[in-house]
């Protein structure tokens, strides 16, 4: 009987080294077609509605910089109604803004303030942002992907005597934070 199992044991340990061999060997030679997309996260945040937020970004990028609001030309676009710049430490690549913009633009539209009363609110829009096609450098040439990110605004208005609260007044404090998952490949 202890031959038997000796026996059976070797067979089992050969026939496990002789597979982790062929798989080290096989995955030493080939090369994968393309490669596979990995979990990402980012978050951009700024006290104000300027064209420019600080970034980061984690998981399959470890990256943090400056996400700009620009056009396809790469001007600056104050209006953030196309794409977003993310020039990180490694390179850049781009996202498509434009219809999270649009969905962000007809939210406020008539629902803020969220509370006139104290002349303050929030408001958040969820939406999937795909990467520019084309637009990686550095480390991110070849960036492909999306993310679903969250536009989340809070701000407090200035108040205007005898007038109701309507959020065309000046803001007193803001921030807004653009933050969600998405998977990159390059």
Same mark, same amino acid.
Do not use: W
């Given at each position: 009987?202890?031959?038997?199992?000796?026996?059976?044991?070797?067979?089992a340990?050969t026939?496990?080294?002789?597979?982790?061999?062929?798989?080290?060997?096989a995955s030493?030679?080939?090369?994968?077609?393309?490669?596979?997309?990995?979990?990402?996260?980012?978050?951009?945040?700024?006290?104000?509605? !300027?064209?420019? $937020? $600080?970034?980061?970004?984690?998981?399959?990028v470890?990256?943090?910089?400056?996400?700009?609001?620009?056009?396809?030309?790469?001007?600056?676009?104050?209006?953030?109604?196309? $794409?977003?710049?993310?020039k990180?430490?490694?390179?850049t690549?781009?996202?498509d803004?434009?219809?999270?913009?649009?969905?962000?633009v007809?939210?406020?539209?008539g629902r803020?303030?969220?509370?006139p009363?104290?002349?303050?609110g929030?408001?958040?829009?969820?939406?999937?942002?795909?990467?520019v096609?084309?637009? !990686?450098?550095?480390?991110?040439?070849?960036?492909?992907?999306?993310?679903?990110?969250?536009?989340?605004l809070?701000?407090?208005?200035?108040?205007?005597?005898?007038?109701?609260?309507?959020?065309? $007044?000046?803001?007193?404090s803001?921030?807004?934070?653009?933050?969600?998952?998405?998977?990159?490949?390059?």
């Amino acid at each position: 009987m202890t031959k038997k199992l000796l026996a059976s044991t070797t067979a089992a340990v050969t026939l496990a080294g002789l597979t982790i061999l062929g798989c080290s060997a096989a995955s030493a030679t080939a090369k994968p077609a393309s490669a596979p997309a990995s979990a990402a996260h980012l978050t951009a945040y700024s006290p104000d509605d !300027g064209p420019t $937020q $600080q970034v980061i970004v984690t998981g399959a990028v470890a990256d943090y910089g400056q996400a700009v609001s620009v056009n396809p030309d790469g001007s600056v676009n104050p209006e953030h109604n196309s $794409q977003l710049e993310l020039k990180l430490t490694h390179g850049t690549f781009r996202l498509d803004i434009a219809s999270i913009d649009k969905a962000f633009v007809a939210a406020m539209a008539g629902r803020f303030p969220t509370d006139p009363a104290t002349c303050s609110g929030n408001l958040t829009v969820t939406q999937q942002v795909p990467v520019v096609t084309g637009s !990686g450098t550095g480390s991110y040439k070849g960036a492909d992907g999306s993310f679903t990110l969250t536009i989340a605004l809070d701000e407090v208005d200035k108040p205007t005597a005898g007038q109701p609260c309507n959020g065309t $007044q000046a803001f007193l404090s803001q921030a807004i934070v653009i933050t969600g998952p998405g998977t990159l490949k390059f």
